[in-house]
């Protein structure tokens, strides 16, 4: 694995880089990936999707009605990390690679990233904490990748990489379902969203100084 090559599905000189995912073993997993490796999908296309779902998420966040929209918008965010899984599989695994596979890789997660971050905001009529946690879980992603052009291995660690982030989406999801039934509050979706922005403030951080020190003793 090398730090120059920052994606699953583009050109690299060796392995590429990728987050470490348990899930990416599970056999369920590789029989999907496989499948859709033998059929005419692209990873690129499936780098698409993820966007689709994230803007449906956002929909189900911020319309009003019934609290069974968080639970749909939850089931969004479920499937846009399965697509975020299943594009880097169908590309390494499946000999999918493309040539523009890099843009597909981290633009879709930044705009999948944004509209499920920001639409909370708005739901609980907090726009800002909103667009400040999209803004920072954006920054830990440019934290990593400067890591990587600058010869380190890219830093996927933190209390709030990306897979932690959409974990504790869906859960303040599901939780502000229950309490608009129960009690007619919102107060668990707003708790999720400030500690997302709040420890993505500290994943940027953390990434920052392991690079600085990274960078010292190459120097």
């Not at 730090?3 to 590789?30: F, K, N, Q, W, Y």
């Not at 609980?124 to 400040?132: H, K, S, T």
């Amino acid at each position: 694995m090398t730090g120059d090559v920052s994606h699953p599905h583009g050109p690299g000189t060796t392995e590429p880089a990728r987050r470490p995912l348990a899930s990416r073993s599970s056999p369920l997993m590789i029989r999907l990936a496989a499948t859709l490796a033998r059929g005419a999908v692209t990873p690129n296309q499936i780098s698409v999707l993820s966007v689709v779902f994230a803007a449906l998420g956002a929909a189900a966040t911020i319309l009003p009605g019934t609290p069974l929209w968080w639970l749909a918008a939850a089931l969004c965010v479920q499937l846009r990390l399965l697509c975020n899984l299943l594009d880097g599989m169908v590309a390494i695994e499946g000999g999918k690679k493309s040539a523009v596979g890099a843009i597909y890789n981290e633009f879709p997660d930044r705009v999948a990233d944004s509209l499920l971050l920001v639409a909370p905001g708005y739901a609980v009529g907090l726009p800002w904490l909103g667009w400040a946690a999209a803004l920072l879980a954006a920054l830990t992603a440019y934290v990593r990748v400067l890591g990587g052009s600058l010869g380190l291995l890219q830093d996927f660690s933190g209390i709030m990489a990306k897979q932690r982030r959409m974990a504790l989406l869906t859960l303040g999801l599901v939780a502000a379902a229950i309490e608009a039934w129960t009690l007619g509050s919102r107060y668990a979706l707003t708790a999720a969203l400030a500690i997302i922005t709040a420890g993505s403030l500290v994943t940027c951080i953390t990434r920052t100084v392991t690079i600085a020190r990274q960078l010292e003793r190459a120097a």
